[in-house]
């Protein structure tokens, strides 16, 4: 499996950058992944959009 930055996540997503980083600090999964703290993060490519309700799915 591949994984994409948050720059990437961000541009799929449609939101900002800054806003997802935030997110990802916030985030307790497994899956959202640092080499070490202040490295960028590893999301899978195939994470569901976390920005859009669950209604809108």
């Known amino acids: 499996m591949s ?8 541009i799929r997503w449609g939101v900002s950058q800054w806003r997802v980083q935030k997110w990802c600090r ?6 959202i992944t640092q080499d070490k703290k202040g490295s960028p993060y590893h999301i899978p490519k195939d994470y569901p959009n976390p920005f859009i309700k669950e209604a809108e799915r």
């Open 3 to 10: 994984d994409m930055g948050t720059k990437e996540a961000s």
């Open 26 to 31: 916030n985030q307790n999964d497994p899956r």
